[in-house]
């Protein structure tokens, strides 16, 4: 059978995408602005913090559906923010890329441990940049479509399944 192309549920659509919101979390104003530069094609609305206190308010008043995150900030680290939001049932599915110029084993395995998603050294190139994005964006909406089918909210279903895999069960 020949290749078929790629169907739209394989793909991320542009019109997926311009509704995506992705927040953008850096104390550098240049690597924002680059960032920003890079994601405009997708349309997405893209929103930034300069640190990690910032992101965490950021992300209960907007609700990203992706996070880019940088490591070395003021205030509180990447890895902190991105623990802390992985602890938390309300953003724990929120996808995250860390994004920085960490890049030794340990960091990575580091931000492994913090629960990230995906790890993307600087400098980075822009296809690199997009492709990971658009993976994370795709895994989030189709996710966020299965748990609509089964008409239960990311906290119910948590919910249940502590209460079952808890020791007094």
């Known amino acids: 059978m020949a290749a078929d192309a790629a169907k739209?549920?394989?793909?991320?659509?542009?019109?997926q995408c311009a509704g995506c919101r992705l927040l953008i979390v850096d104390d550098n104003p240049q690597n924002v602005e680059l960032l920003e530069a890079y994601l405009a094609?997708?349309?997405c609305c893209v929103s930034s913090a300069a640190d990690g206190i910032e992101a965490?308010?950021?992300?209960?008043?907007?609700?990203?559906?992706?996070?880019?995150?940088?490591?070395?900030m003021p205030?509180?680290?990447?890895?902190e923010v991105?623990?802390?939001?992985k602890s938390d049932p309300a953003t724990r599915d929120i996808p995250i890329l860390m994004v920085t110029a960490l890049n030794e084993v340990g960091d990575v395995e580091r931000g492994a441990e913090a629960g990230t998603d995906d790890f993307l050294s600087k400098p980075f190139n822009k296809v690199?940049?997009?492709t990971r994005v658009r993976s994370l964006l795709?895994?989030?909406?189709?996710?966020?479509e299965l748990d609509q089918q089964?008409?239960?909210?990311d906290v119910d279903r948590r919910s249940d399944l502590d209460q079952q895999t808890s020791p007094g069960f």
Request: proline share 4%; net charge positive; with cysteine.
């Open 150 to 153: 089964m008409g239960r909210s």
């Open 8 to 15: 739209p549920s394989d793909t991320l659509s542009d019109r």
């Open 75 to 79: 205030r509180m680290s990447g890895f």
């Open 56 to 72: 965490l308010a950021a992300v209960q008043r907007e609700q990203p559906d992706l996070i880019l995150l940088d490591v070395m």
């Open 128 to 130: 690199e940049l997009l």
């Open 41 to 43: 094609s997708l349309k």
């Open 82 to 85: 991105c623990q802390r939001l």
């Open 138 to 144: 795709r895994l989030r909406l189709l996710k966020r």
